[in-house]
């Protein structure tokens, strides 16, 4: 945890070789960051104050250490009282929350860059219907307009499987609206599993005022919870896609039965 009240002064002097080397502008090089804005990050109680030598200030890693979750929290959304509160508070709180998000986060595709004409021959749309595909993929955000009649695909996967679908006589624009109905049930059933989660795993961890030995039990919680969400999505998915196509073929049978009398 850093103590705001000892930042905004220099520390005591530390011996030579201390590994506080950098002076305030090579730490500016190495961070990304301004040297106002790490002078203003000194004074607000965001960073630990320089070693000083000789009258000048010189920081190390764990400064730089500092600086780099600062951007990272900022880059997340948080402004800098918020950021102040989490590094002020149960030691390594901000840090663990970070690592969190990188251990849950999924590895994204490498996004593909397509023509309208390559997205039309793969699909089969006409020059009449592309426009109105076209809207409707970039509302979704199964495309990306990229200037120049280009689309960026973010998630490849997502649109063969579109292709899939359109190669078995379904149109692009119904695929897509399917689509859309999978992304809006999806957001209800994750939030139901993170709901959950806040309710009954973290709220009380947090209550108990975040005990240091209680993390690993709390990151194991974080990391199983997508694999056991989907696995459970999945299976009951199976099971209610199996009853559909079972309900439907009886139905077909019924019609064909009764067109026979």
């Known amino acids: 945890m850093i103590d705001s009240g000892t930042m905004s002064t220099a520390r005591q002097l530390e011996p030579a070789d201390s590994p506080n080397q950098l002076t305030i502008e090579q730490l500016a090089a ?4 301004s040297v106002r804005n790490i002078r203003a990050h000194q004074a607000r109680g965001l960073l630990e104050a320089p ?3 000789l009258r000048i200030g010189y920081y190390g890693p764990q400064h ?8 990272e929290l900022q880059e997340q959304g948080f402004n800098l009282s918020g950021i102040k509160r989490l590094l002020q508070d149960t030691p390594g709180t901000a840090e663990r929350l970070i690592a969190f998000r990188h251990a849950i986060a999924i590895e994204s595709e490498a996004p593909q860059l397509l023509s309208a004409a390559e997205l039309g021959r793969r699909f089969r749309v006409s020059a009449e ?3 109105a595909v076209l809207a409707q993929a970039v509302e979704l955000g199964v495309l990306v307009p990229a200037g120049r009649g280009r689309y960026q695909v973010p998630t490849p996967s997502l ?3 579109a292709e899939e679908v359109t190669k078995r006589g379904v149109s692009l624009s119904s695929t897509l609206e399917v689509l859309r109905e999978i992304e809006r049930h999806s957001d209800s059933v994750s939030r139901s599993f993170v709901q959950v989660f806040l309710a009954e795993v ?4 947090a209550q108990a005022q975040m005990p240091p030995e209680r993390w690993p039990e709390i990151e194991q919680a974080v990391e199983r919870l997508r694999p056991i969400a989907s ?3 999945m299976a009951i998915f199976q099971q209610r896609l199996a009853t559909q196509i079972d309900a439907a073929l009886l ?9 026979t009398r």
């Open 30 to 33: 190495q961070s990304g960051m």
């Open 51 to 53: 070693v000083v030598r």
């Open 64 to 71: 730089l250490a500092q600086l780099r979750l600062i951007r």
């Open 129 to 131: 219907e592309a426009p």
């Open 159 to 161: 649109l063969a499987i």
């Open 202 to 205: 973290w709220k009380p961890f």
């Open 231 to 233: 696995a459970a999505l």
């Open 251 to 259: 139905e077909i049978t019924r019609r064909l039965a009764d067109r």
